[in-house]
């Protein structure tokens, strides 16, 4: 099935929760990463609970801390 | 107040502007913007918003100008080494435009001062310039329990990313990134390096979103994250919504009053 995430079209071969994806997908820090579905924020206590459907919009938002 | 022959020469290619004016003109020149951290974002920002001739600037930094950081922080020079970055600053905006007046506050900013920061002239935008998270969760609180609009930004590496706050109208940071991640989960420009046109291209984009909101111009990244790749020249703009578990927009919030969280070694003594 295809995804979106962040902005690009993801094939996966089969269907997952959220803790899968970010593993199959090498999602940095990932257990700093905020997940939202579909525009919807997923509870990172619901990562192993949370399926990921075809055609789902999947954005990761990372922590950035630099600005001085 | 009444725009001077001098200031209608200086601003002239802005009062041109559609939806600015002489009018919008006298919005900045009685605007107070508050700038918190005058390093990579918060130099270019400060710099343009004293030129746009915002008429009270605000900039809060506790820490002297070294020399690492003049690769990326333009509002300090090389014979500003050990001076405070906030005298630093001050004798370069006003050095830009004269008609500013700058206040300056050297201190960390902490749960006891913030809020007392803000209201000091009851500033109508916060500029998040910071390099930390626990200023960062700082700020948003503080900016949220006051009802204040703020812009968030943050850079590292080859990316920069900025969202803005408007009470009401949007999401908050903590709506996003609940807690500060525990220090050094997550990696610092110290650790891992900036290129420095990164502050000049975000901290841009929030002295932008700042004379947006004065004037009343525009769409601002409210319930936006604006992320920026300079390798691939990407900007994406996520959509957020507002998270109705949110510690302290939320439905019932747990924050009603300003934490102090514990900074990285590191980069509490700078
Ligand atoms: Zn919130």
Known sequence: ?68 | MEITNEQMERYSRQIILQGVGGKGQKKLLQAKILIIGTGGLGSPASMYLAAAGIGTIGLVDFDNVDLSNLQRQIVHSTNDIGRPKVLSAKESITAINPDVDVVTYQKIVNAGNLKNIIKDRDYDFILDCTDNFPVKFLINDACVLLQKPFSHAGILGFKGQTMTYVPGRGPCYRCVFQTPPPSDAVPSCKQAGVLGVLGGIIGTLQATEAIKYILGLGNLLTGYLLIYDALTMDFRKVKLSRNKKCAVCGEKPTITKLIDYEQPKCEAKR
């Open chain 1, 1 to 68: 099935m295809n995804i979106t995430l962040n902005g690009k079209i993801v094939f996966l071969d089969k269907k997952m929760m959220v803790d899968e994806l970010l593993k199959v997908t090498k999602a940095q820090t990932p257990e700093y990463v905020t997940v939202q579905i579909n525009n919807e924020f997923i509870d990172k206590a619901d990562f192993g609970i949370t399926p990921i459907n075809e055609g789902d919009t999947v954005e990761y938002l990372y922590f950035m801390g630099g600005g001085q």
